[in-house]
C-alpha cells in the first residue's frame, strides 16, 4: 500500500515553454519544499493537463527519490536537508520532447523549527472544512516535536477533535470570504452565514481582517495563512466562458491577498489553487451528468497556472 501523503502547502507554475506547437502545458513548481521522515510525490498526471488515457512518457533526472510509473517519490532523511535538483522530460509515443521543466526540493533541516511557535489558519472550501490536512498537520508536527503548533480559527466541525479548527466553508469562494456577509444565518448551517472577516460597520458589510483578528483570535495574528480556494470558483465554467471566469478568480484573490497581507503584515501567506480532478466515474457518482471530469480540468489547470504568474 503507497504511503499517503500529507498536505502541507501547494504551488502550480508555469515552467518551460511548449516545444512545439500543441505541446501540453507543464505546470511543475520551481521549488517544492520537502521535511525529513515525510514522503513527498510528484504525480505526473497533475503535471499536464490531457485526457485520461493519452499516453506520455516521463523521465526524470535526480540523484535521489524513486521514479514509478505514475509519480516521483521521496522521503528524505535528516542527512538529504538543502538542496535537491531535479529536472524533468516529457515525451510522445514518437519519443519526441514535448514538454521540460526544472525545480529544486528544498529539504528543511530535521531541527529547523527548533524553539518556535506556530499559529495556522486555514481559509478554505469543503476541503479545508473536512479538516483532514488540518489534521494532520497537528499530528506531524506533534510527531516532529518541533515547533509548538496551533491551529486557530472560529470554525470547528470536527467534534470528535475539538482543536481542529479554521475557516473552511463548503461550496465557498474567494467571493465568499471578501463579501458574504448575512445577519440572520441559518442555525446549524455552514454554508449558509456571513463570512468570518466581514462586519457590518456604519449599516453597511465591510472586509476587516484586523477586527476578525481582534476579536475571534485574541488580537494575535496568525504566523501562518494558508488560503486553498478556487475549485468552487471555476467549477461551473464551460469552455465559453473559461476565460473571463479564471479572470474574475483571480481578481478576488489578488483582493484577498492583498487585504491579508495588509492585515498580517509579518504572516506568511500560502497559496493552494484547485485540484485536479477525479475520474468521470466520481463525477458521475456525484454529480450524474450535470459536469464532467475534463471540462473541469481543463478550468483547473488554466487557474492554477495564472494563479501562480501573478503570485510567484
Known amino acids: ?31 517544492i519544499y520537502a521535511a525529513p521522515g515525510v514522503e513527498m510525490n510528484i504525480f505526473f498526471n497533475n503535471l ?41 522530460e516529457v515525451r510522445d509515443l514518437d519519443d519526441r520532447i514535448v514538454a521540460k521543466g526544472n ?3 528544498k529539504i528543511a533541516p530535521a531541527n529547523a523549527g527548533d524553539g518556535q511557535s506556530i ?19 497537528r499530528k506531524l508536527f506533534a510527531t516532529l516535536g518541533n515547533s509548538r503548533f496551533t491551529l486557530v480559527g472560529t470554525h470547528h466541525p470536527n467534534a470528535d477533535e475539538p482543536d481542529n479548527v479554521h475557516e473552511g466553508y463548503g461550496g465557498w469562494k474567494f467571493i465568499d470570504f471578501l463579501e458574504k456577509y448575512e445577519p440572520n444565518p441559518e442555525p446549524g448551517s455552514y454554508s449558509k452565514r456571513s463570512s468570518p472577516f466581514v462586519f ?3 449599516g453597511k458589510p465591510k472586509l476587516n481582517f484586523n477586527r476578525y483578528v481582534k476579536e475571534s483570535l485574541g488580537g ?40 491579508l497581507k495588509s492585515a498580517a503584515p509579518n504572516a506568511k501567506i500560502g497559496l493552494s489553487g484547485p485540484i485536479p480532478a477525479s475520474t468521470q466515474d466520481a463525477f458521475a457518482e456525484n454529480y450524474g451528468s450535470a459536469y464532467d471530469a475534463w471540462t473541469y480540468r481543463k478550468s483547473q489547470h488554466m487557474l492554477d497556472g495564472k494563479l501562480m504568474e501573478k503570485f510567484s
Open 1 to 31: 500500500m503507497m504511503k499517503k501523503t500529507p498536505l502541507l502547502f501547494l504551488a502550480f507554475i508555469i515552467t518551460g515553454a511548449s516545444l512545439r506547437a500543441g505541446a501540453p502545458s507543464l505546470l511543475l513548481p520551481p521549488i
Open 48 to 88: 499536464l493537463c490531457t485526457p485520461r488515457g493519452k499516453t506520455f512518457l516521463y523521465k526524470v533526472n535526480c540523484k535521489k527519490g524513486r521514479h514509478y510509473t505514475e509519480r516521483w517519490a521521496f522521503t528524505p532523511e535528516p542527512a538529504d536537508s538543502g538542496d535537491l535538483p531535479l529536472s524533468l
Open 103 to 105: 525545480t529544486v526540493i
Open 119 to 137: 499559529r495556522f489558519l486555514g481559509i478554505g472550501d469543503s476541503l479545508t472544512h473536512s479538516g483532514v490536512y488540518t489534521s494532520e498537520l
Open 200 to 202: 457590518l460597520e456604519n
Open 220 to 259: 494575535t495574528s496568525p504566523d501562518f495563512i494558508f488560503v486553498f480556494l478556487g475549485t468552487n470558483d471555476i467549477f461551473e465554467a464551460t469552455d465559453e466562458t473559461r476565460t473571463s471566469t479564471v479572470n474574475s478568480v483571480l481578481a478576488n484573490a489578488e483582493r484577498l491577498i492583498h487585504h
